[in-house]
């Protein structure tokens, strides 16, 4: 006799709680699976939040000074004050130019002997900026820090009623979402997303390769649980341990790297739940495919952390890539979650950004489950 819809339905129930009872026992035993949910994006977050930096901090710089002015004074105190740049006085330019080409600083600020007359005359001051272009986004923010301190410095002579040799416009910017130019307020947000990306797919792909080893998926296969509640028995408690790492991951960049958060608690929640769903399946995805925790786990970091960490967005700018790798990027979830991740810390909840993002992750965790469904139906057939 069979049993009725009710009975069949709460008979399912059971199983599910049973395989989820056995894979919490299982979790708790295994100290692998806590390390790879706590201790890994703790580590990887120390090591990658503060070893990360856009920015330019006591850059190197030489100064040759032909002939001393009360002018260039002055605008190397404006240079001495600044957090950008550490510069040091050389007595000539073949002097800075050596220093410059051994690395010992990363640029040159030469004032010709005529730099105090001429400054005061309708011609542009004699300044020569020479920086090193052998690692380029160095160079770039070299030369736009001098520019922001000869900006600087510009206006407070303008102020004091001196002449200058620039038009009379001054520049007012202003920097919204990140208001003190910090790249480690951009980046860490990013860098969550892509650790949570490898957390995810190691935690089903390590563990579930693990029971292929060992014969226990094959006993589970010969009891009463169907194929999806055997994947419901075990996304439900690695869920939860991944929910709780991204918890310990947001509390790190908030409190320990001071990174804003201008969200909701709820929205966050509800991303990092779509976002975690579609990285569990990639692992499980994984683990169904190859059997062998060795491969498992190479194929989860070739196939989900690197693409995660070069074509999210989380360092290198998307529209700047090639149209055929920028078609690629769609296909990568965690540049969907750096999006969210960004907005939702710096910006707040902007329903533009998050709700077209969020709907792809839905689909990609919906996608990622029937696809493991019909490949384990067919190997168990």
């Given at each position: 006799?069979?049993?009725?819809?009710?009975?069949?339905?709460?008979?399912?129930?059971?199983?599910?709680?049973?395989?989820?009872?056995?894979?919490?026992?299982?979790?708790?035993?295994?100290?692998?699976?806590?390390?790879?949910?706590?201790?890994?994006?703790?580590?990887?977050?120390?090591?990658?939040?503060?070893?990360?930096?856009?920015?330019?901090?006591?850059?190197?710089?030489?100064?040759?000074?032909?002939?001393?002015?009360?002018?260039?004074?002055?605008?190397m105190a404006g240079l001495r004050h600044s957090p950008w740049f550490s510069p040091t006085i050389y007595p000539d330019i073949h002097s800075a130019v050596e220093a410059l080409k051994r690395q010992d600083v990363d640029g040159i600020l030469w004032f010709r002997e005529n730099f105090g007359r001429e400054i005061h005359s309708?011609?542009?001051?004699?300044?020569?900026?020479?920086?090193?272009?052998?690692?380029?986004?160095?160079?770039?923010?070299?030369?736009?820090?001098?520019?922001?301190?000869?900006?600087?410095?510009?206006?407070?002579?303008?102020?004091?009623?001196?002449?200058?040799?620039?038009f009379p416009v001054t520049l007012e910017p202003r920097i919204w979402f990140n208001p003190d130019n910090r790249s480690r307020d951009f980046l860490v947000p990013g860098l969550i997303a892509v650790i949570m990306t490898l957390i995810g797919a190691l935690l089903t792909a390590l563990v579930v390769a693990r029971e292929w080893e060992?014969?226990?998926?094959?006993?589970?296969?010969v009891t009463p649980a169907s194929m999806g509640e055997?994947?419901?028995?075990?996304?439900?408690?690695?869920?939860?341990?991944?929910?709780?790492?991204?918890?310990?991951?947001?509390?790190?960049?908030?409190?320990?790297?001071?990174?804003?958060?201008r969200g909701s608690i709820f929205v966050l929640g509800l991303t990092s739940a779509l976002f975690l769903s579609a990285a569990l399946g990639m692992g499980l995805l994984i683990s169904t495919v190859s059997k062998n925790q060795f491969v498992a786990g190479q194929i989860a970091i070739v196939s989900t952390f690197?693409?995660?960490?070069?074509?999210?967005?989380?360092?290198?700018?998307?529209?700047s890539m090639p149209k055929m790798i920028r078609g690629i990027t769609h296909i990568i979830p965690a540049s969907y979650f750096v999006t969210i991740l960004q907005t939702v810390f710096l910006a707040g909840d902007i329903p533009g950004v998050i709700v077209p993002n969020s709907l792809a992750l839905a689909l990609f965790s919906v996608f990622l489950f029937a696809v493991i469904l019909r490949i384990s139906r067919k190997r168990i057939g």
């Open positions: 006799m069979k049993d009725g819809g009710g009975l069949g339905g709460r008979a399912s129930l059971l199983r599910i709680r049973a395989l989820i009872r056995k894979e919490t026992l299982q979790i708790l035993r295994d100290p692998s699976s806590l390390a790879i949910a706590f201790l890994l994006p703790f580590v990887l977050l120390l090591i990658f939040g503060y070893g990360v930096s856009l920015d330019a901090r006591h850059v190197p710089v030489a100064v040759v000074q032909d002939s001393r002015s009360p002018d260039s004074e002055g605008f309708s011609r542009n001051g004699p300044i020569h900026v020479v920086v090193d272009g052998v690692d380029d986004n160095t160079a770039r923010l070299v030369e736009g820090y001098l520019t922001n301190v000869w900006q600087t410095w510009i206006t407070l002579r303008n102020e004091r009623g001196r002449e200058s040799s620039v060992r014969g226990t998926m094959e006993s589970l296969f055997i994947l419901i028995g075990k996304f439900i408690p690695y869920f939860v341990l991944g929910m709780s790492g991204m918890a310990l991951s947001v509390l790190m960049g908030h409190f320990l790297f001071g990174v804003p958060f690197l693409p995660a960490f070069i074509l999210s967005g989380f360092i290198f700018d998307v529209h």
